[in-house]
């Protein structure tokens, strides 16, 4: 567990990650992460856009159902 503190930056409220937890999501400054409501009412970070996977099942469906056109579309 690691404790955070919420600190004023400007006019906004957050966090600062220490450097173990930066290295733990391999992020770095200027990079995205996503703030997941858990199913438990809490909430996970994560450096993975949690839509990706989504989107992956769609375009993958349309590879199967088009395998053949995208096949000859492809020479």
Known sequence: MVELKIRKFGNSLGVVLPKEVISRLHTGDGQRLYLIE????????TPYDP??????????????RYRNTLHVLAQ
Do not use: N, T
């Open 38 to 45: 858990a199913p438990d009412g809490g909430y996970l970070i």
């Open 51 to 64: 839509s990706f996977e989504e989107k992956m099942a769609k375009v993958e469906d349309i590879c199967d």
